[in-house]
């Protein structure tokens, strides 16, 4: 009796994989955080020293318009002041990183110090938004050999910038298109600010740097380290 069941079986599974002409079997289950898929030719925008009432809604608002997406390397102690900001980033499907907790030069901390401006901006970034950063960009720019250790004892990758529109410098905003779009390039990380003083020149640059981005034919692509 074993025997014959088995032939059944066997006859069953042979039949249905048989006909040439059926359909492909379905396509399996992607599971991927991305609405689209990632754009070949694409740059990085990323925000830092926010978030800030005044400023980050307004960059927000602009993004949401060209179908952007960024990452934002965000201040701690900003973080625990507007942490409704946080959450918005995240739930509009942003990257939000570490920035410090008050915007220290790393260099210049005892290890204990750079360990509780790090990981206090972490947990402010969890409690806001739900995701702990991977990607930790340090102040000014201010990276050593013991800055990289720490950082990567802390499970941080450090971050900086292939473009600096120096926007904090407030040159006006045909000055910030301008560096911005000169020099742009596949894979360009371009460094704006929603926070830390009156950005009001960078929201003013946004549109002009989105849509000719766009008309270049970049995408956005954003940060996880
Ligand atoms: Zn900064």
Redesign the pocket.
């Known amino acids: 009796m074993m025997i014959v069941v088995s032939a059944v079986i066997g006859t069953v599974v042979v039949v249905a994989a048989r006909p040439r002409t059926a359909p492909p079997p379905a396509a399996p289950v992607v599971v991927t955080p991305s609405k689209t898929p990632l754009p070949a030719k694409y740059v990085v925008l990323t925000f830092?020293?926010g978030p800030d009432p005044a400023y980050t809604p307004k960059v927000l608002e602009v993004l949401k318009k060209y179908d952007a997406t960024a990452t934002f390397?965000e201040v701690g102690k900003n973080v625990a002041k507007h942490p409704e900001l946080t959450k918005a980033i995240h739930a509009a499907g942003h990257s939000i990183q570490n920035?410090t907790w008050a915007?220290q030069d790393l260099r210049h901390q005892t290890a204990s110090a750079f360990r509780q401006q790090v990981q206090s901006t972490d947990e402010a970034i969890r409690a806001a938004g739900g995701v702990v950063p991977t990607c930790l960009?340090p102040?000014?720019g201010g990276v050593s050999a013991t800055v990289r250790q720490r950082a990567k004892a802390l499970g941080k990758e450090l971050v900086l910038w292939t473009i600096d529109s120096r926007d904090w410098s407030k040159p006006g905003s045909p000055a910030i298109v301008q560096r911005v779009l000169t020099g742009v390039r596949n894979g360009s990380v371009i460094l704006l600010?929603d926070g830390?003083g009156n950005r009001s020149q960078t929201v003013a640059a946004l549109p002009q740097i989105l849509a000719t981005l766009k008309a270049q034919g970049y995408g956005f692509r954003t940060l996880t380290c």
């Open positions: 830092d020293d390397f920035h915007h960009r102040p000014y600010h830390g």
